[in-house]
């Protein structure tokens, strides 16, 4: 029995930590108590680097904050878990009744990672809103702005001396099934339709966003769900040391998750154990080095701030040799299947019954009509004016010289720009103004005039996560990557495929998403003669099975007007003429505009449009 995505995902996470408990049971069982706390310390990091990679690795947004999560993790389960007698020493003026507070240890850490995801709902929302640059500079704020408080705050936080006297544990085990709820965890979001959406957004922002990803809301709840990971890491990093201080939960600790992270390769959750097992370890032998042991009857000399070169050393090399880390983006059970690959090359093959004929499921009518649209761009108008309409079984084309204002207007249908005047309506309910995702959703798709896919996602994935946008089952999913012929690459990323397949590709993601209107933006670009006549029957069939009207902005004329049942012209930002393609050819304005100047140069005008012809039934 072949196991799912997720089911597969979760077995290899359990494994991960299974063989990292073992390894550090038999590490501690080997040199006593003090090795049991180091273990315990490492398998605490995981938990901490898990839950940073569940956001900065889904979202490809860079983080300096999660330690502030961690620490608010800390502080909760200090105060909640301390001796009252205790707390009237360190903080006896603490807030709302806190001081006669003691609750047992593991409801204190459920309570803390509770607090800690409430911490995160409130900071996320700002803080996902922001991307790139804008979103280091706020999350390493918020670093700054907790530990400020904790030094302030003296009546709930103790102040610069910080808190004690709550308990601690001495068991690496609580750190073990610690670990395995952090990956387990991650490995779920990872493989869930909303981690999915996040990853297809830190691939390409633009291209998910007119998919109808709604990057924020995913981003938010990665940002919540980390929240709650770093708080529970924060929490037994506490009740490991024994004391909870500002300075415990900032820069060095800050950094070290960092390089932690980066070490592994920052999209896998198996690279983030891997880097806290490689860094962590790799600390401890230069702490020792650094204070100077005697080797071979020798006394090294002592070396300050060793482990913090060590880390500094680590980032540069990763940066340097390999910046998506030791594993990239791949997961144990990933590695492990593909081991499986090419040991059972060379086997014979059991062959599989053929797939049944693809169906595809009927997409709403609509009609799509663009009145009076125009743009401008700092006084230059690359739209003036331009109305035109499409309805439901409908190919129309959109052509026009270079810079006639054909991507912008589609730019502009889609959400992408907004229009300056004008109105763009779906079935009379208006478009403008709304953002590229809620456009999508509305039955809107599009594909780009430069391919823009998910290059590190499969093809399976790509389909999936505009298909997991319009709700569209797993057999529609399979339905359209048998219609597409993709079926055979499913599971190869997109980046690898070849021209004509990544073409191919965009138009299956955008069918996904079960639009009533599609636009596409030169979709027979580096196209030969055969690709482009397979790309018109795909057209052709889609029409007719589907029903969906569909916009064309192409410069092959042969293609424009052998598919089309109506085509717009353009021209410097105008539309000059519109009608059938022997009606357009034949207008003198088109001719002098567009079709002239490829005369003048001996072209031969283009082909007459093919009179109507029955479409064969897909395959």
């Not at 001081?99 to 995801?117: D, R, T, W």
């Not at 996040?198 to 922002?205: T, V």
């Not at 980032?315 to 340097?320: D, E, F, Q, S, T």
């Amino acid at each position: 029995m072949r196991l799912g995505p997720r089911a597969a995902a979760v077995l290899g996470g359990w494994g991960l930590i299974g063989l990292l408990a073992a390894g550090a049971a038999l590490y501690s069982a080997t040199g006593g108590g003090a090795r049991e706390q180091q273990v315990t310390i490492l398998l605490v990091y995981v938990v901490l680097v898990v839950g940073l990679q569940i956001f900065v690795g889904n979202s490809g947004v860079f983080s300096l904050g999660h330690v502030a999560l961690a620490a608010v993790g800390a502080y909760t389960v200090a105060i909640l878990n301390a001796d009252p007698q205790l707390k009237e020493i360190t903080i006896e003026n603490a807030p709302f009744g806190l001081v006669e507070v003691q609750l047992p240890l593991a409801v204190a850490v459920a309570v803390a990672v509770v607090v800690a995801a409430l911490f995160g709902f409130v900071s996320g929302l700002a803080i996902t809103r922001l991307a790139g640059l804008a979103a280091i500079i706020v999350t390493l704020a918020l670093l700054v702005i907790v530990r400020n408080v904790a030094i302030n705050w003296d009546e709930l936080s103790g102040g610069a001396e910080g808190l004690y006297g709550f308990s601690t544990i001495d068991s690496m085990w609580w750190a073990v099934a610690a670990a395995l709820v952090a990956v387990t965890v991650a490995l779920l979001f990872r493989e869930s339709r909303l981690g999915l959406r996040l990853q297809a957004s830190r691939e390409d922002d633009l291209a998910a966003a007119a998919m109808g990803v709604d990057i924020r809301r995913s981003r938010f709840a990665a940002w919540i769900v980390s929240a709650a990971v770093a708080g529970l890491g924060g929490a037994l990093f506490a009740l490991i040391v024994g004391t909870v201080t500002p300075d415990e939960y900032y820069l060095h600790l800050t950094l070290l998750t960092l390089a932690m992270l980066v070490l592994g390769g920052m999209a896998s959750v198996t690279g983030a154990v891997l880097g806290a097992v490689v860094v962590y370890a790799g600390s401890e032998v230069m702490a020792d080095i650094g204070e100077g042991p005697v080797v071979a009857g020798f006394d090294l000399p002592e070396i300050v701030g060793l482990p913090t070169l060590f880390l500094g050393v680590v980032i540069l090399a990763v940066m340097i040799v390999r910046p998506s880390g030791l594993v990239n983006d791949r997961e144990l059970h990933h590695l492990v299947g593909s081991l499986g690959r090419r040991l059972s090359r060379g086997r014979p093959a059991k062959t599989a019954p053929a797939p049944a004929p693809a169906q595809l499921a009927e997409r709403p009518r609509a009609r799509l009509a663009v009145a009076a649209a125009t743009k401008t761009f700092q006084g230059l108008t690359a739209v003036n004016d331009v109305s035109l309409e499409v309805a439901s079984g409908e190919i129309i084309g959109l052509i026009g010289p270079n810079g006639a204002g054909k991507t912008t207007l589609i730019n502009a249908i889609s959400g992408v720009v907004p229009l300056s005047e004008g109105e763009i309506t779906l079935d009379g309910d208006r478009m403008n103004g709304l953002p590229p995702s809620r456009v999508a959703r509305r039955g809107i798709a599009r594909t780009f005039q430069n391919i823009r896919l998910f290059g590190a996602l499969s093809v399976r994935e790509n389909v999936a996560v505009t298909a997991g946008v319009a709700g569209t089952d797993e057999a529609e999913v399979d339905a359209i990557l048998h219609r597409f012929r993709l079926d055979a690459v499913s599971d190869r990323r997109a980046k690898t495929l070849a021209y004509g397949q990544q073409r191919d590709l965009e138009l299956a993601r955008a069918v996904a998403l079960r639009p009533s209107v599609l636009l596409l933006d030169e979709p027979s670009a580096g196209m030969n003669s055969v690709e482009t006549e397979r790309l018109r029957e795909q057209l052709r069939r889609l029409r007719e099975d589907v029903g969906c009207g569909v916009i064309v902005v192409d410069h092959d004329l042969a293609f424009i007007m052998a598919l089309c049942d109506r085509v717009y012209v353009m021209n410097e930002g105008r539309l000059i003429s519109s009608g059938t393609p022997g009606e357009v050819q034949q207008d003198p304005a088109v001719v002098k505009a567009y079709l002239g100047t490829r005369a003048a140069g001996g072209a031969p005008p283009p082909p007459k449009a093919a009179p109507p012809r029955a479409v064969p039934p897909a395959p």
